[in-house]
């Protein structure tokens, strides 16, 4: 069943700034990771899904409601991290907690206990004394306490520690195990490839992959590390007129797309001891929409 969905929303802020003609869908019980770096539009895609941008074009709806003309009724049962995070300086920790469950109308609880036990926060530090991190965690509490159906989150681990993140990532499957729908937009690759089902990608305020993580690893170019028996071997390899990444002593890195056979065809014309596939991490796909021959 799909719980979030955007269909060909477009924010044009003029000289290539915004979405363009976006459209993807999310589904109960899915991680969904939505990927690109600063300015790609992905903090605006987030914007309209909390109702806090009208769509100059197309739609975005939570539970079947629109986003913009529902704002209150489904913020109030979401859970949201803010790409930057907005506090009450003059509160501490536990008093913001304490707003943000009257507004919701909802009391905090024992799950708001067990978040600040998990990530380790002492909520009675004032919000304008606490470090980057620490911030980031009562953002994490406040996401969570209310135990939404439905989550948002940008950047949800900035700022914190490797300890921590992993902690977030924990939280995140043992939600994802309970049927939570939860779109993440991260730059922590292996993040996103430990909790996320599909990933989208986005360019220029423009959907340019959507798939299941694993197809778009096997559909992008892929390294090969060839070992010679010698670096003159490795050399001549090298000057087969395939695609080479890298070249160290007696090794040979190639990039294949579609050409796995011209390079097994090479490499049965030379002394080889060894090949190895590097795994591909999100971040090598990453690059390949983002790197310098893209437009």
């Not at 459209?23 to 903090?43: D, H, M, R, Y």
């Not at 941008?53 to 003309?69: F, H, N, R």
């Not at 920790?93 to 002492?122: P, V």
Request: aromatic share 8%; charged share 25%; glycine share 8%.
């Amino acid at each position: 069943m799909v719980v979030c969905e955007i269909q060909g929303l477009t924010r044009d802020y003029g000289k290539g700034r915004g979405v363009f003609d976006l459209s993807f869908s999310i589904n109960q019980g899915e991680v969904f990771g939505f990927l690109g770096p600063n300015g790609a539009g992905k903090t605006t895609t987030i914007r309209h899904l909390m109702g806090l941008l009208k769509p100059e074009q197309g739609y975005c709806t939570i539970g079947g409601k629109d986003c913009w003309k529902n704002r209150a009724d489904i913020q109030k049962n979401l859970g949201y991290i803010p790409g930057e995070m907005v506090f009450f300086d003059d509160m501490t920790g536990a008093e913001f907690l304490s707003f943000m469950a009257k507004y919701r109308k909802k009391k905090t609880n024992e799950r708001t206990k067990e978040l600040l036990d998990r990530f380790e926060l002492d909520p009675r530090v004032k919000l304008k004394k606490m470090s980057k991190g620490m911030r980031q965690k009562v953002g994490i509490v406040v996401a969570f306490m209310h135990d939404p159906e439905v989550l948002i989150l940008d950047e949800p681990t900035s700022g914190l520690d490797p300890l921590m993140q992993n902690r977030f990532v924990e939280l995140i499957l043992e939600e994802k195990a309970r049927g939570k729908t939860i779109l993440m937009s991260s730059h922590m690759f292996e993040e996103v490839e430990r909790t996320c089902s599909r990933v989208a990608i986005i360019k220029n305020g423009k959907l340019v992959a959507l798939n299941d993580v694993e197809t778009l690893k096997a559909a992008q170019t892929k390294k090969y590390i060839i070992t010679l028996e010698d670096e003159n071997a490795a050399a001549a390899f090298a000057g087969e007129g395939l695609q080479v990444y890298e070249i160290s002593h007696n090794q040979v890195t190639v990039i294949v797309k579609n050409n796995l056979k011209e390079l097994i065809s090479v490499m049965n014309r030379y002394p080889v001891k060894n090949i190895i596939t590097p795994n591909q991490s999100l971040e090598d796909i990453f690059m390949q929409y983002y790197g310098e021959d893209k437009s």
